[in-house]
């Protein structure tokens, strides 16, 4: 058991910290190079499956279609997802983001119908309070949104006179929510009038 | 004592009699901080066993070829490297643990809990019992971790490991998934937690 | 107007310790006398704006542009330890009084993982830059030598309280940390 250790002697001190850290420098190398790939894959693999959430059925590649549109913010871009079936535009996946959140940014990423109505809502991003503001996830607080137009439905709080129902104790998430939304409906239309005319 | 007893003990120790979290308090940080769960508590735990059995093992490894004055920045480099690569390894493979665990993975390398292992037990055994020393410390902080993530999960989401026993609209305590709750939940589990193992011994 | 949102955010609304669980040990280790903490606070303000300030320049003008941030931990942790060490060097032949007070908490800075934290959080500040994430460490600081000094008053009186056996020692205060992180949650969306 009692192995003799090495004296601590300058060169043996300056030599056994230099080898260490090389050896944990080169192996963390070849860690990220080998994880590189699956990494990028990860994140792309959660992109699509949020389009594939909030859009109707499509059979194109939305995520590589992406158009990116400059927002109000400077470096804030919105992103739009086109959806295709056979060929016809059935719909955009379009970012939004508030920061108006209780706890900050809450972004979101809004599916429309060709015909401007919304398909569903999947939240990217948010710093909400557990078990109050994060109920916006919740399938009683996003059904509301399926199916409306947003030109019909005003996307304020019940509470300032919009048709939007608050979570229960998180009127200011629900407000930052409603903002986001009418972020993405704006980038929306603005994107279907760049569209080419159908026929 | 026979080897296999002697191993058995190692092992048992760290789970019961000097348990990191409910006896020697040890890694409070992410204890508190990543438990709004019992996923997240389970996931933070093996990815702290992992780092812990890997630097336990290559310190005892190489124990005999570093100098005693520089002795811990050495550990450190080793322990942080092993981080890293939990790091990677969670960010490629399970994103949603990568983005929950946040902040807390790169902090493993100043989990006391870890030093406080390499310093205290693999720098002076043999590679075969500071792996199992490792297993036991690791098995019970990510024990504890675990169910103090369950009992914050049950009492405050009404649910288990993400599966739900109550309605979406039910009011369940939410103060147990908000940072108080973490403190008042640890407090308690540990009162019993003490309780019991007296009775035991 | 920025740097106020800077300061009560980290002192108040995010507290380090109180809500971001970060450097919970030496809260709960040398909180038993407000005179220990007092010391144990001005030692982790020193370290901290040193090691974010030389972190964050070894970040931005090393690592990123030579694309190593994968070795962000690992180098992150050598500073901070390496820091430790210089700092207990130079405090001890400049200022022997400061070294006094301070020395023996020096040790136990390179495990605070809110040094550590607090240097990676400052990197993801939105439009940070090297003045941002120093005021950040600071009011970072300040806010962790709030909760200890709050924290270890109450200990204080807490020694004269008669208490069930099985509360007696840690139970009890990890049950005044959550009554003051509760507190603490009343400061939340201040800024």
């Known amino acids: 058991m009692t192995a003799q250790k090495k004296d601590s002697t300058l060169i043996n001190m300056v030599l056994a910290l230099f080898i260490i850290t090389g050896a944990a420098g080169l192996s963390l190398g070849y860690v990220n190079e080998l994880t590189r790939g699956p990494k990028a894959a990860a994140k792309l693999a959660r992109k699509v499956q949020a389009v594939e959430t909030v859009l109707p059925e499509f059979d194109n590649q939305p995520v590589s279609e992406v158009v990116r549109v400059m927002a109000g913010e400077p470096g804030d871009s919105t992103e739009i997802y086109p959806a295709y079936l056979q060929g016809e535009f059935v719909g955009a996946a379009v970012t939004g983001a508030s920061e108006k959140g209780y706890n900050g940014l809450i972004r979101l990423l809004v599916g429309f119908h060709a015909d401007g109505s919304m398909e569903n809502i999947a939240v990217l991003e948010q710093k909400e309070t557990p078990g109050l503001g994060t109920k916006m996830k919740g399938e009683r607080f996003l059904r509301q949104f399926r199916g409306k137009d947003p030109s019909e439905f005003e996307l304020k709080a019940v509470k300032d006179g919009g048709d939007v129902d608050a979570l229960t104790g998180a009127t200011i998430t629900t407000r930052a929510f409603s903002e986001a939304v009418q972020q993405a409906c704006e980038a929306y239309r603005g994107y279907k009038e760049s569209l080419p005319t159908e026929n | 004592m026979s080897n296999a007893s002697k191993y058995k003990s190692t092992f048992l120790r760290g789970i019961i009699r000097e348990n990191p979290v409910f006896v020697m308090l040890l890694g409070m940080c992410p204890t508190l901080g ?103 410390m690791g098995l019970g902080f990510t024990m504890a971790l675990t169910v103090l993530g369950g009992t914050r999960e049950i009492l405050g989401s009404g649910s288990l490991f993400g599966f739900p026993f109550v309605g979406e609209e039910a009011n369940m305590l939410i103060l147990f998934i908000l940072p108080p709750g973490a403190f008042i939940a640890l407090a308690y589990l540990a009162a019993v937690f003490n309780k019991l193992t007296r009775k035991i011994a | 107007m920025e740097f106020w949102v800077i300061f009560v955010g980290a002192v108040f609304v995010n507290n380090i310790v109180l809500s971001q669980f970060l450097g919970i040990c030496p809260f709960l280790g040398v ?161």
Do not use: W
């Not at chain 2, 006391?112 to 037990?121: K, N, Y």
């Not at chain 3, 005179?35 to 704006?49: C, I, N, P, R």
């Not at chain 3, 090393?62 to 130079?90: D, K, S």
């Open chain 2, 34 to 136: 990543v438990t709004s769960s019992a996923f997240n508590g389970l996931g933070m735990g093996v990815a702290t066993l992992f780092v812990l059995l890997m630097s336990n093992t290559v310190v005892s490894l190489v124990k005999s070829q570093i100098p005693a004055k520089v002795r811990i920045p050495a550990f450190i480099v080793i322990i942080a490297a092993f981080v890293t690569v939990v790091e990677m390894i969670l960010e490629a493979y399970i994103p949603l643990l990568y983005e929950q665990l946040g902040i807390f993975i790169p902090l493993i390398v100043v989990n006391c809990l870890i030093l406080g292992r390499a310093e205290a037990f693999a720098s002076k055994h043999s590679v075969a019992s500071s792996a199992v020393d490792a297993l036991g």
């Open chain 3, 31 to 191: 909180s038993s006398k407000v005179s220990t903490s007092l010391g144990m606070a001005a030692a982790v303000l020193f370290v901290m704006t040193i090691a974010t300030t030389v972190t964050y320049l070894l970040h931005q003008y090393i690592l990123v542009p030579m694309g190593l941030e994968y070795l962000r931990t690992i180098a992150f942790i050598l500073v901070i330890a390496a820091l430790v060490q210089m700092v207990e060097i130079v405090l001890k032949k400049v200022s022997p009084s400061l070294y006094q007070a301070l020395g023996v908490f020096l040790p136990l800075i390179t495990t605070n993982c809110a040094v550590l934290g607090v240097a990676i959080l400052a990197l993801g500040m939105e439009d940070g830059n090297l003045i941002k994430a120093v005021f950040f460490a600071v009011s970072s600081s300040a806010g962790f030598a709030l909760a200890l000094i709050v924290f270890a008053s109450i200990r204080e009186y807490l020694e004269l309280a008669d208490l069930p056996e099985g509360m007696k020692g840690v139970p009890i205060n990890l049950l005044v940390a959550g009554l003051l992180s509760l507190a603490f949650l009343g400061f939340a969306n201040l800024v």
